[in-house]
Antibody, heavy 119, light 107 residues
Framework: EVQLVESGGGLVQPGGSLRLSCAAS????????IHWVRQPPGKGLVWVSR????????DYADSVKGRFTISRDNAKYTLYLQMDSLRAEDTAVYYC????????????WGQGTLVTVSS | DIRMTQSPSSLSASVGDRLIITCRAS??????LNWYQQKPGKAPNLLIY???SLQSGVPSRFSGSGSGTDFTLTISSLQPEDFATYYC?????????FGQGTKVEIK
């Protein structure tokens, strides 16, 4: 069974840092692009970042470029999002999502982890 | 960036109703359009990919159509479990972008 499980969320002060993890199981992790998508409280879905299977290609939303870093450890079946210089507007539930092998849709999502940036 | 606009933003409907949600892209995205359902407190669930292909395990009352810039999601007969928020998403180019969502509520 394919599973994605996020962890690492919590309360952090503006300007602080946090590292999210997404533990994968049930599929060949290194074969898939994985994305981070966030959802501010009561609002819609917003794409954050993506990484290819071997970690050699990454992309970021303009709103997080230079502050967030996506990475992966294929041996540990784990995806990461290092978030630095956090702002109040980064407050959201963060989801990791797998891109389907035969379409470009997100076919599996984690349950999400809440990041709250507040003093 | 490609802007995705859904309409309506919300609607009230009854069990058994036929529902159509539209999604318009700010430029042509061919058929790189996906639809998701999200219930409160849960992650989104892929319903339709490539504009019209039904994701495995999704009931056949859901269907999608369109190409280029205009797309629709149709629910042929609304069921109680379908009351949720629906999002379209383009996977044509980076950054990936989502519509603002359509909340379907019980009339």
């Amino acid at each position: 069974e394919v599973q994605l499980v996020e962890s690492g969320g919590g309360l952090v002060q503006p300007g602080g840092s946090l590292r999210l993890s997404c533990a994968a199981s049930g599929f060949t992790f290194r074969s898939y692009w994985i994305h981070w998508v966030r959802q501010p409280p009561g609002k819609g879905l917003v794409w954050v970042s993506r990484i290819n299977g071997d970690g050699s290609s990454t992309d970021y939303a303009d709103s997080v470029k230079g502050r967030f870093t996506i990475s992966r450890d294929n041996a540990k079946y784990t995806l990461y999002l290092q978030m630095d210089s956090l702002r109040a507007e980064d407050t959201a539930v963060y989801y990791c999502a797998r891109v389907s092998a035969y379409s470009y849709g997100f076919d599996y999502w984690g349950q999400g982890t809440l990041v709250t940036v507040s003093s | 960036d490609i802007r995705m606009t859904q309409s309506p933003s919300s609607l009230s409907a009854s069990v058994g109703d036929r529902l159509i949600i539209t999604c318009r892209a700010s430029q042509s995205i061919s058929s790189y359009l996906n639809w998701y359902q999200q219930k409160p407190g849960k992650a989104p669930n892929l319903l339709i990919y490539a504009a019209s292909s039904l994701q495995s395990g999704v009931p056949s009352r859901f269907s999608g159509s369109g190409s280029g810039t205009d797309f629709t999601l149709t629910i042929s007969s609304l069921q109680p479990e379908d009351f949720a928020t629906y999002y379209c998403q383009q996977s044509y180019s980076t950054p990936v972008t989502f519509g603002q969502g359509t909340k379907v509520e019980i009339k």
